[in-house]
């Protein structure tokens, strides 16, 4: 059973930076893509940007694209989400998922073929 756990969310004015990290055990880290997540108050769970298993692939939701970046460190069994230029709307609870299979080769969007999350990391960015 792999476990996930987020960290690094906290307050940051509009325009500053986080760099989420998500430390995964109980599992062959590298045998996963990741993705991250995030679900506002009263919306859905939305995708935010996957690396694949080798991290040599990586896509992100347009929403993000140029401001976030994906990146893992498998010796580390840690996947890092930085997150530059945020604005007041990137203010959600931020989660990290673990998918195997055709999931860990080509990266998957969709949160539904996602095995493992986290219990997500809060992330608020004041106007």
């Known amino acids: 059973q792999v476990r996930l756990v987020e960290s690094g969310g906290g307050l940051v004015q509009t325009g500053g930076s986080l760099r989420l990290s998500c430390a995964a055990s109980g599992g062959t880290f590298s045998n996963y893509g990741m993705g991250w997540f995030r679900q506002a108050p009263g919306k859905e769970r939305e995708f935010l940007a996957v690396?694949?298993?080798?991290?040599?692939?990586?896509h992100y939701a347009d929403s993000v694209k140029g401001r976030f970046t994906i990146s893992r460190d498998n010796a580390k069994n840690t996947v890092y989400l930085q997150m530059n230029s945020l604005k007041p709307e990137d203010t959600a609870l931020y989660y990290c998922?673990?998918?195997?299979?055709?999931?860990?080769?080509?990266?998957?969007?969709?949160?539904?073929?996602?095995?493992?999350w986290g219990q997500g990391t809060q992330v608020t960015v004041s106007a």
């Open positions: 690396i694949t298993w080798s991290g040599s692939s990586t």
């Open positions: 998922a673990g998918a195997g299979g055709y999931c860990s080769a080509y990266g998957c969007y969709d949160a539904a073929l996602y095995a493992y």
